[in-house]
């Protein structure tokens, strides 16, 4: 007898469970088509060394093949941050992880055909990983999570071999090696992955160590006018994982003769006029010659940064900006940092 109602007791569990979990899948939108294969080439004109002179024709055929991944983060980020401000919406976090897990279902993103395409993974992958942090704990499908621990750490170590064998000598330095870099951590520390962890240490202390004694990155200072727009591009992944290998007791903070701080310094200081950057890269800088504005996303990190120093001076000059967004580290940076997701 108590084997039976044993078995009665599982079934009713069970068809229990199923309207939850249809419940959960009938109020999400659609999932997005997975993007499994990316090929493209630079978006910037041959023959050019700087990197900064732009070629129409390819830098839309880049944004093009990105755009359907790009237009996933944003909307995962803004259902995620929604999830959060209602105090751990189960609802909206379950609709995170199941799109995520329709994409770890078709193993995306596992077919890089090109050398730009390896270059660029990296920061969408860490936008997933900030994204999906946030929701992990508030979501209690656990098939779907794993699923979707095990895909980003498969990105994670791909993204590893790629930057130790096949990148090039420049942008083993640069600000996409950045990106990768924070990719890896959060993959790695979802997966409880402690190879991976190591490697994103050593990445962000390697990067971080390129700096000169003002605090400028040789490899982004090459960009010609866009030297201080990838100074900056470079910081937010830095910032970012210093203050995750903080929390996950791998701490770099202070290394090279406190690098970070000099990095952010150098750009900060510079953006009244450009003149540092210019200093270095011969070019009258983007946000100055009518090429560009600032935008407040590109200064995001600074709540992560606000959290890894008391610095007065960069919290007075980021009050009249904001609320900080920037989707590739998680939507809005007061509620991705108020939290404790990590």
């Known amino acids: 007898m108590k084997s039976l109602l044993s078995v009665l007791f599982c079934l009713c569990m069970a068809l229990g469970a199923a309207p939850t979990a249809a419940k959960a899948e009938a109020n999400c939108a659609k999932p997005s088509k997975p993007v499994v294969s990316l090929k493209f080439g630079s978006r910037y004109k041959d ?36 999830a959060v401000a209602r105090g751990g919406d189960v609802d909206y976090a379950d609709c995170v992880v199941i799109s995520l897990a329709h994409w770890a279902k078709a193993d995306a993103l596992s077919e890089m055909k090109s050398f730009t395409a390896n270059l660029s993974v990296g920061s969408r992958l860490a936008a997933f990983g900030m994204v999906y942090s946030q929701v ?78 003002d605090g400028s990155l040789p490899q982004e200072m090459k960009r010609g006018k866009y030297a201080l727009h990838y100074q900056l591009h470079a910081i937010a992944p ?59 996303f590109e200064l995001a990190w600074i709540e992560a940064y606000l959290k890894l120093y008391d610095d007065p001076a960069v919290d007075n000059f980021a009050e009249g900006l904001r609320p900080f967004s920037h989707s590739k580290l998680g939507g809005n940076q007061e509620l991705v940092w108020s939290n404790g997701f990590f």
């Not at 093009?64 to 803004?78: C, D, H, Q």
């Not at 090696?177 to 994103?200: F, H």
């Not at 750009?267 to 450009?274: I, M, P, Q, V």
Request: charge should be neutral; hydrophobic fraction near 40%.
């Open 238 to 296: 830095m910032v970012t994982t210093t203050l995750l290998l903080e929390t996950q007791g791998h701490s770099i903070n202070g290394v090279c003769d406190n690098a970070l701080r000099r990095i952010v310094n150098f750009a900060l200081s510079d953006l009244a006029t450009g003149e540092k950057s210019q200093a270095y890269s011969g070019k009258v800088q983007s946000y100055f010659d009518g090429t560009e504005e600032l935008r407040a």
């Open 136 to 213: 992990r704990g508030y979501s209690q499908r656990e098939d779907d999570k794993a699923l979707i621990e095990a895909w980003l750490l498969r990105r994670a170590k791909e993204q590893m071999l790629f930057w130790e064998e096949d990148a090039t000598y420049g942008s083993k330095r640069g600000n996409l090696r950045a990106w990768a870099t924070l990719g890896v951590n959060l993959a790695a520390m979802l997966a409880e992955d402690e190879v991976a962890l190591r490697w994103s240490a050593w990445s962000a202390t390697f990067l971080q160590c390129q700096a000169l004694a």
């Open 47 to 82: 023959g050019d060394p700087s990197r900064s002179d732009v070629d129409k024709v390819s830098n839309a055929q880049v944004n093009k093949a990105l755009a359907p991944v790009e237009k996933f983060i944003r909307t995962l980020a803004k259902s995620a941050n929604k």
